[in-house]
């Protein structure tokens, strides 16, 4: 585990880095703070900042992290999701990651009803790759106008170039703040409207902070450096009066096992079994468990815990495969969560719903739907944690991506794909071999050997945590020992908005 750190964090430096030295050093020298560096200012002192999809763009041509940073901080006693541009990677421009990313992150601002502060710092679009990011682009600014409608309040603090489609994220956010001297806030820059209407312009008559403070009224606060633009940016958040619904959450007890003790659970060989009581042992509040059904379905664990003082229910696979009971038991288990109103934590280390004749005929596809089924129709908030295998129609009974989780986050250990890499491998070997022999061609033994081994190289790899949260599949690849700490930080921002279940499935095939 600590080796699969070890690489993950040599990918997450890069993000840190941004653009490098060299354009760190240079966008210093012009008086200006980093992404990271504002953030740190922006943020109450002593307070923890989970980021999130740090390593959008992972394995692309793109740099690490999508040119932007993302995260939930706390701004004057209020949880906020902050989203900064990095000026030092290709002057913030965004690529496709940053707009996959961005718009996951506007996501989890709707979903959980989080205050959005924007750090704007970008050149626009990256145009070469225009043809990628220019339609799906269009819901950046869809998302600002519904997050207002919705009365979650969105506050742009501009640092430099807001320019071209840019312009609209000051131009849709609820309260705006630019620098003097600093802030370029146009929908076309000098050259272009030279070029479109013959006009002579300069920067500040035609974007600059003071005309748009001055003259259009764009600008709501007047900042003199980055520093007062982040003063005023606080002061912004002290005054929305901002509430939580935190009606459930009870006094904080430490679990009674060290968080060390979570590096070594799951095993290098994931075909080996573990038992995932010795994480909840580690996460709950006073290693407190109050397990439901303990007898019945025993390779799913079900039942009550608190994280920090939010209560939680947890589904969490114990021997992988998932069979009819373990459906049954699942699908009671979510009604229970929602006639409770209680979060639930799913915890992946499954290779998905048993095959064969014996459970076919025992009704294992009417079983995994009514799990599936509860799964979609469930209300109360989902976070998933990737932390084995996490294969086939169980990824999405256990609540993948496709399926809302508010939070997805993985361990180092965890691998995702349609089925285990040899599995996938051998099943491609056998159809090609059974389809030369019912063709009556000649079956090349050896070629064939040569594919299966390349196919299961290639989900091996596409598998990889480090490869789907490089496709914003996840939230973020976290440190099992930080586990706790995280799933706190992501209960505590779901409490921001109501928390309420449902009595109304679909029709469970019985």
């Known amino acids: 585990m600590l080796a699969s750190l070890e690489e993950v964090a040599s990918e997450t430096v890069k993000a840190v880095a941004g653009g490098g030295p060299r354009y760190v050093e240079r ?88 205050p959005l502060v924007l750090l704007v710092e970008s050149g626009g679009a990256d145009l070469p790759t225009q043809k990628e990011i220019f339609i799906p682009g269009g819901a950046i600014y869809r998302n600002l106008t519904q997050l207002s409608k919705a009365n979650i309040p969105t506050i742009a603090l501009v640092f430099g170039n807001s320019t071209a489609g840019g312009a609209y994220l000051p131009g849709l956010s609820d309260h705006v703040v630019m620098i003097k001297e600093r802030s370029k806030v146009f929908l076309a820059g000098p050259p272009l409207v030279k070029a479109a209407t013959g006009e002579e312009s300069d920067d500040e008559s035609l974007g600059g902070a003071e005309m748009h403070a001055r003259t259009s009224g764009l600008a709501d606060h007047f900042a003199q450096d980055e520093q007062d633009a982040i003063r005023i940016g606080r002061r912004i958040v002290a005054r929305l009066n901002w509430t939580k619904d935190d009606p459930a959450r009870a006094p904080v007890v430490a679990p009674r096992y060290p968080a060390d003790g979570l590096l070594g659970i799951v095993p290098p060989d994931l075909k080996q079994p573990f038992d995932p009581r010795e994480i909840i042992a580690r996460i709950a509040d006073a290693s407190d468990f109050d397990e439901v059904k303990p007898l019945y379905g025993s390779s799913l664990v079900v039942g009550w815990l608190r994280v920090h003082g939010y209560p939680l229910g947890i589904l969490a696979n114990a021997r992988g495969v998932l069979f009819s009971a373990e459906a049954q038991k699942a699908t009671q288990f979510i009604q229970m969560a929602n006639r409770a109103n209680t979060p639930l934590l799913f915890l992946h280390n499954t290779t998905g719903y048993m095959v064969g004749r014996e459970y076919e005929q025992g009704g294992i596809i009417k079983h995994g739907s009514m799990m599936i089924n509860a799964v979609s129709n469930s209300t109360v908030p989902h976070i998933s944690l990737l932390v084995g295998n996490s294969y086939g129609a169980g990824h999405y009974g256990m609540c993948g991506r496709a399926y809302n989780p508010r939070f997805v986050f993985s361990w180092p250990s965890a691998r995702s794909s349609v089925m285990g890499a040899q599995q996938l491998a051998d099943v491609t070997y056998n159809v090609s071999k059974a389809s030369a022999l019912s063709q009556g061609r000649d079956f090349d033994e050896e070629a064939a050997l040569l594919t299966r081994a390349k196919i299961e190289m290639q989900i091996t790899n596409e598998a990889m945590p480090m490869v789907l949260s490089g496709m914003v599949y996840d939230d973020g690849i976290i440190d099992p020992r930080d586990t706790r700490d995280v799933l706190g930080i992501a209960v505590s921002a779901i409490y921001n908005a109501p928390v309420s279940g449902t009595d109304s499935f679909g029709m469970f095939r019985m």
């Not at 940073?69 to 989203?83: A, P």
């Open 27 to 114: 966008h210093h020298e012009r008086g200006k703070l980093t992404a990271r560096e504002r953030i740190a200012l922006l943020l109450d002192r002593d307070t923890p900042f989970l980021e999130l999809c740090a390593l959008a763009g992972y394995g692309t041509d793109f740099a690490v992290g999508g040119s932007l940073v993302g995260g939930i901080g706390v701004i004057e006693g209020v949880e906020c999701l902050v989203l900064a541009n990095d000026p030092t990677v290709r002057g913030g421009a965004l690529n496709p990651w940053s707009v996959k990313k961005m718009l996951r992150l506007h996501d989890i601002a709707r979903e959980n009803r989080i």
